[in-house]
């Protein structure tokens, strides 16, 4: 699709100086382009020249806060001091040092009181992490024992590489580590000037390893990562002159802004794809209940924008109508009809689409004729549809407005005439959590349908896969507090068994998605109930060639992680589950149709649905080497249909952690017949 207006990538300078001044510092960075500085945040009451000569609008925007590396007892006895301090000024942002090695759990229960005064002035809190298993681990633990603060963040820390006999499998273990560090909710990442190397001309530059890290820093999360580079500048380059800038790392600057100008970070970045879809980032939203609810007129319009669903639906109905007019017997005596009926019609996208596929195929008006009937059940969508059926040349003899909901379709609302195609769009973030099954199945097993008739889709696949997002999960808790049905508060416990569908951004996928279930249509078995036991073993590469779950699998990093060594994973928390569909449109002998959300056939360029994300009540900690087995329930009684999940966490037969059974008799969320 075409190019948008660019992300920016916002980037920070962070250098020595004998006397803190953000003031000083942040004029000459900006000078370069830089966006932010880093100063060190004070532990006495001396004056400071840059308090005064910046207004309280740099602080909050421009300035980012630095806890010096103090001693273990003297840092965890200052650390309130110093944030005492950057809440005052408003700063956005401060950087910790690293919990020290043995003193976690004091480092923990001190951050944890800080974490909750810096919310009132959104402060975030950003610890310095190194990418390597230790450090993310005890990362994890700090957070686990903070109970996941939301203003907790990972900042990793590139280091020089070290000399390795094997260096693919080295980038590969990093790349995993920084997989894992994603879902840990990294929100900076620091590149000392010591780690840059020299290019032939003098400047500076990054070893391929670390170019590989950082374009996927950029592709996985460039529209919300911050970019530090910290130190004073290694590289006088010769005749570069004012080219070093006013704080002579300005070539710093410079090389990462190139980096992300390659065409695979523009591309992940800078589409329309990315613009449309930038406002729902790790947004959590309670799945369209389009059998109980009407949706509204905007709704729809974004749904249309899609580009490739309703290419897809078109093709499915060009192969339906191909094979279905080739298998027609000739009768001069009158034209043979077609009849399609489209299931939720909305403002007719299927509709039109499927006159086009009719027409696409020049069929002989002497021969046969298409007749489409258009079913809707909200009032609101039946205007326009009417509208359209009137003025749209397209349209008219062709299409039949019939407001009613298609599972209380009679042949006395036909005309008469059986339907040859059901289309309908009625697929969810889950294959059937939007009911489709529970629509489509009356409709095609009524007086209304033939034996053959055919359904657009036919049959659709379920998938899951566990989940690593600190900040989904927080999200999740925090719905406790949303107003919800009559104003009262979800609550924790509905908050944590409701599912939510998200355009998941800072979450890491840790295993290949497994199938659950599968509907066809017709159907070939009876109940709408289904239960999937699923084991997932441990993966060494953390399914880092998934990403966040949504899009397609990285083939280039797929290439780069199956280098890793056996056995060097390390452990990882889930937060939940992320689940998504394949469908089948049309298949026959000749001609297949699908689309897909499933990163392993994810279906480019098209956004009309996000993942759906079941979240764990407490996140579960998985230890290197054990397995994940998880248990799925789509259950129906009294007009509902909801699901039921659990997890546990399992090594050699033992049982090493479970979750309790989330949403049982859909006491916390269902949907609605």
């Not at 989904?472 to 719905?479: K, Y």
């Not at 990403?547 to 939940?576: C, E, F, K």
Request: aromatic share 8%; charged share 20%; net charge neutral.
């Amino acid at each position: 699709m075409s190019t948008e207006k660019e992300t920016p990538l916002i980037a920070g300078l962070s250098m020595p100086q004998q006397k803190p001044d953000a003031a000083k510092l942040l004029q000459s960075a900006r000078e370069d382009g830089y966006d932010y500085v880093i100063t060190d945040l004070p532990l006495s009451q001396e004056a400071r020249s840059d308090v005064i000569a910046l207004t309280g609008r740099w602080w909050r925007t421009s300035i980012v806060g630095n806890v010096p590396e103090d001693p273990p007892e003297a840092l965890l006895k200052n650390l309130t001091k110093y944030l005492e301090w950057a809440i005052h000024m408003g700063i956005p942002a401060v950087i910790l040092p690293s919990p020290p090695k043995d003193m976690v759990f004091e480092y923990a229960q001190v951050l944890q009181s800080l974490a909750i005064d810096a919310q009132s002035s959104n402060t975030q809190l950003w610890i310095r992490t190194l990418l390597n298993e230790e450090s993310l681990q005890r990362y994890e633990l700090l957070t686990r024992l903070c109970d996941g603060q939301p203003n907790i963040a990972t900042m990793l820390i590139m280091e020089p590489l070290k000399p390795t006999s094997s260096p693919a499998a080295a980038t590969a273990s990093q790349i995993i580590m920084l997989h894992k560090a994603i879902g840990a909710q990294l929100k900076a990442v620091c590149f000392p000037t010591s780690v840059f190397l020299t290019n032939k001309r003098g400047y500076p530059t990054l070893s391929k390893s670390h170019q590989v890290l950082f374009t996927e820093v950029l592709k996985r999360i460039g529209r919300t990562v911050r970019i530090l580079i910290e130190g004073a500048p290694k590289h006088d380059i010769p005749g570069a002159g004012d080219g070093m800038g006013s704080t002579k790392c300005l070539p710093y600057l410079q090389y990462i802004r190139h980096i992300r100008q390659r065409p695979e970070c523009v591309a992940a970045l800078d589409t329309e794809e990315a613009s449309l879809e930038s406002g729902y980032l790790d947004s959590l939203q309670r799945p369209l209940q389009p059998l109980k609810d009407h949706l509204e007129f905007s709704m729809y319009e974004t749904f249309e924008k899609d580009p490739v669903k309703y290419a897809k639906y078109q093709e499915a109905c060009t192969m339906a109508l191909s094979d279905g007019m080739a298998s027609m017997k000739p009768d001069s005596a009158s034209p043979k009809m077609i009849t399609i009926a489209v299931a939720g019609a909305g403002r007719g996208p299927l509709v039109m689409r499927a006159i086009r596929a009719f027409k696409s195929l020049n069929a002989d008006p002497t021969a046969v004729v298409l007749r489409v009937f258009a079913l809707e059940k909200n009032p609101s969508a039946v205007v326009y549809l009417q509208s359209m059926a009137q003025n749209h040349a397209d349209w008219k003899g062709i299409v039949t407005i019939v407001h009613t909901d298609a599972r209380k379709l009679t042949l006395e609302h036909l005309g008469g005439r059986k339907i040859d195609i059901v289309v309908s769009e009625l697929l969810g973030s889950f294959g059937d959590n939007e009911l489709s099954p529970e629509c489509l199945d009356p409709l095609l097993a009524s007086e209304c349908c033939k034996p053959s008739t055919i359904s657009i889709p036919m049959q659709y696949t379920t998938f899951v896969a566990p989940v690593s997002s600190v900040r989904l999960h927080t999200d999740a808790r925090q719905q406790a507090q949303v107003p919800h049905e009559g104003g009262q508060t979800l609550g924790l416990q509905r908050a944590m068994e409701t599912s939510y569908v998200v355009r998941s951004h800072a979450a890491s996928q840790t295993h290949p998605e497994q199938t659950c279930w599968n509907f066809q249509h017709p159907a070939k078995e009876t109940g709408m109930e289904r239960a999937v036991s699923l084991d997932f073993a441990p993966d060494a590469t953390f399914a880092a060639a998934a990403g966040s779950g949504y899009g397609a699998l990285d083939p280039a990093i797929a290439g780069i992680v199956s280098q890793v060594l056996p056995g060097s994973g390390g452990a990882v928390t889930l937060h939940g589950l992320l689940g998504s569909f394949t469908a089948v449109l049309y298949a026959s002998k000749d001609h297949y149709s699908e689309l897909s959300i499933a990163p392993h056939r994810f279906s480019e360029k098209m956004f009309s649905w996000f993942p759906i994300y079941f979240p764990f009540r407490e996140p579960l900690h998985v230890p290197s080497g054990c397995s994940v087995g998880v248990k799925m329930w789509r259950k129906t009684a009294d007009g509902r249909v909801w699901y039921e999940w659990c997890a546990k966490v399992h090594k050699n037969g033992t049982t090493i952690a479970v979750t309790p059974i989330h949403n049982p008799k859909g006491r916390s969320s269902d949907v609605s017949l």
